[in-house]
């Protein structure tokens, strides 16, 4: 079955400090993934996706994530955390077509002055 | 284009009352999802539409719900006797097959049974 794993419910790091979230994603064939983020009250914004090719996606506020088919995984980087990035993360997968998306549980970023 | 919006944002009902919310999806967009959020958790896919088509709903989408697109435009999701286990986010997004597999999500309906 298909599955999205965020292992770290909540992440605390420091403005300017580097940030990595985690995601590991079960799945039976290429995936398609993506990368959300959410602010309080608010829906979703895709920061990022990778459909195929480079496994190295840039997105939008300066997050990046790696695809790493021998790992399951897809985790997202950022090089210096902004105070405004707080919010909660969901890593996501999707099949064939973008037919429908399953959402891991998410990660909250708290950043700290 | 002003994205996908969602009508009400926030609804507060007794339990045993119906709701309906609604669901503007991009235009041109044919592809329209519900999802289902609660506190702590991740969107949980509830029903998606192609077109007017429904096409598939989840396990998770018993009885008491219902969708609809009727013109392959808008949507409403109505929930027919609400409990407490229904509160939660509803969120609708949607989807052109030309532009990629990326979901465009709106804001959300936020209910509160109480």
């Known amino acids: 079955a298909q599955s999205v794993t965020q292992p770290d419910i909540h992440i605390t790091v420091s403005e300017g400090a580097s940030l990595e979230l985690r995601c590991n994603y079960s799945?039976?064939?290429?995936?398609?993934l993506f990368w959300y983020v959410q602010s309080p009250g608010q829906g979703l914004q895709l920061l990022l996706k990778?459909?195929?090719?480079?496994?190295l996606v840039q997105g939008i506020k300066g997050f990046e994530a790696e695809f790493k088919r021998s790992q399951s995984s897809f985790n997202l980087r950022k090089p210096s955390v902004h105070w405004s990035d707080a919010a909660e993360y969901f890593c996501?997968?999707?099949?064939?077509?973008?037919?429908?998306?399953?959402f891991g549980a998410g990660t909250r970023l708290f950043v700290k002055a | 284009d002003t994205g996908v919006s969602q009508d009400p944002r926030h609804k507060i009902t007794k339990r045993g009352q119906n709701v309906t919310f609604r669901c503007d999806p991009i235009?041109?967009?044919?592809?329209l999802y519900w999802y289902r959020q609660t506190l702590g958790q991740g969107p949980e896919f509830l029903t998606y539409?192609?077109?007017?088509?429904?096409?598939?709903k989840s396990r998770l989408l018993s009885d008491r719900f219902s969708a609809e697109r009727p013109k392959g435009s808008f949507s409403t999701l109505e929930i027919q006797r609400t409990e407490q286990g229904d509160s939660a986010m509803y969120l609708c997004?949607?989807?052109?097959?030309?532009?990629?597999?990326?979901?465009?999500f709106g804001p959300g309906t936020r209910l509160t049974v109480t």
């Open positions: 990778y459909f195929s090719g480079d496994t």
């Open positions: 539409f192609q077109n007017e088509a429904q096409l598939e």
């Open positions: 996501a997968v999707g099949n064939t077509g973008g037919f429908k998306t399953i």
């Open positions: 997004a949607s989807r052109n097959p030309k532009e990629g597999a990326e979901q465009y």
């Open positions: 235009s041109e967009h044919n592809r």
């Open positions: 799945y039976g064939a290429t995936p398609y």
